[in-house]
């Protein structure tokens, strides 16, 4: 038996979020290079501020301005970056108690190994050159140089507390600079994994590169799935009888997609629809095109429009998509069990 098949995925979406008045606030902050903390009913001193408090559960209320320099209370080394992160290069995670506060908060700790960390040393915050609202507007945290170099009253662990500042108010903006409140965040989210096609999906997808469509009948209600899925999901039992299916359909239910969105390679309107194919008990997701989006109907029949040969892969893009057959639209009672 050949092996099975597998390939990268990666599924993706900018996510537009409200951040609120308190979050709202904190960013805004960091946008004009200030941090802001709450103060909470139990007297601590939180950063990013909380929403709401975490013993009387009010909305917070209560903001202070915090230093750019801090110490780190904990740290883990990161010796491979992936995709995404602060770095990519090794460097540290790093729990940071910032001057005026009394938890610590969470960043990248620029340094060159974990040889240069430790519990205790002096860090700052390292501002992004540009700054738009977002907690990537503080770079990193980096080391404080040597003693001689750092400003009045600090002189690493144990060193005095300065006073804390209520936070300023915050009309401080240059020209040109962007202005208001922070309220809503474009949050990029990505995940890349493997995925490991099952070795009836392998066979599925190792039939599309010759151009045949390959399914399997459940060997107790004689259901025939397409791609096979194993084992039956009614009855449980192992599916091992391979059927060929036509690369004819039906057109069970449908979608015309209006919306652009991330990542779309056909230009909307255009249909999205799930084809019953000839033989098979379960329809799969297509393209129905060469045909206006307002004349795709239930029951439409459609046969698929393969790809050029040289452009054949084990995937399911060698079929371009499905077009109208022109012949009579199948009956609803030969479709409606499957929708
Ligand atoms: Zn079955």
Not at 129 to 138: C, M, N, Q, V, W
Not at 158 to 175: F, H, K, N, V
Not at 311 to 327: A, D, L, M, Y
Not at 330 to 338: E, F, G, P, V, W
């Amino acid at each position: 038996m050949s092996r099975t098949l597998q390939a990268p995925v990666t599924v993706s979406f900018d996510y537009t979020r409200s951040v609120g008045p308190v979050l709202g606030r904190f960013l805004t902050g960091l946008r004009e290079g200030r941090l802001v903390a709450a103060r909470t009913s139990d007297g601590r001193v939180v950063i990013p501020p909380p929403e709401f408090d975490p013993v009387t559960h009010l909305e917070t209320d209560d903001f202070v301005e915090v230093s750019p320099t801090g110490v780190v209370t904990s740290w883990s080394w990161v010796p491979e970056p992936v995709a995404g992160q602060p770095f990519d290069r090794p460097f540290a995670f790093a729990l940071v108690e910032l001057d005026g506060a009394t938890v610590p908060m969470l960043h990248a700790l620029d340094v060159s190994s974990p040889d240069e960390v430790s519990t205790g040393m002096l860090v700052q915050v390292r501002w992004a050159e540009e700054r738009s609202g977002l907690i990537t507007d503080i770079a990193c945290f980096e080391p404080v140089a040597g003693p001689d170099e750092v400003g009045d009253g600090v002189s690493g662990p144990g060193r005095a507390r300065p006073e804390l500042r209520d936070e300023a108010p915050t009309e401080q903006s240059r020209p040109g600079e962007a202005t208001g409140e922070i309220t809503t965040i474009i949050t990029p989210v990505s995940l890349d994994y493997l995925y490991a096609a099952s070795p009836e999906e392998s066979a599925f997808y190792r039939g599309l590169l010759e151009g045949r469509i390959l399914g399997q009948r459940c060997p107790t209600c004689h259901k025939v799935y397409v791609p096979p899925r194993s084992a039956c999901p009614v009855d449980g039992v192992a599916t091992t009888d391979e059927v060929e299916l036509s690369d004819k359909g039906t057109v069970t239910t449908f979608c015309i997609v209006n919306v652009p969105f991330l990542g779309q390679k056909i230009t909307p309107p255009y249909v999205s629809a799930y084809v019953l194919l000839d033989g098979a008990d379960i329809a799969f997701l297509h393209l129905i095109l060469d045909v206006p989006a307002e004349e795709v109907r239930m029951g439409m029949r459609v046969e698929a429009v393969w790809k050029p040969r040289d452009e054949w892969g084990t995937t399911i893009e060698n079929i371009s998509h499905f077009r109208p057959t022109g012949e009579p639209d199948a009956d609803y009672d030969t479709y409606k069990q499957h929708l």
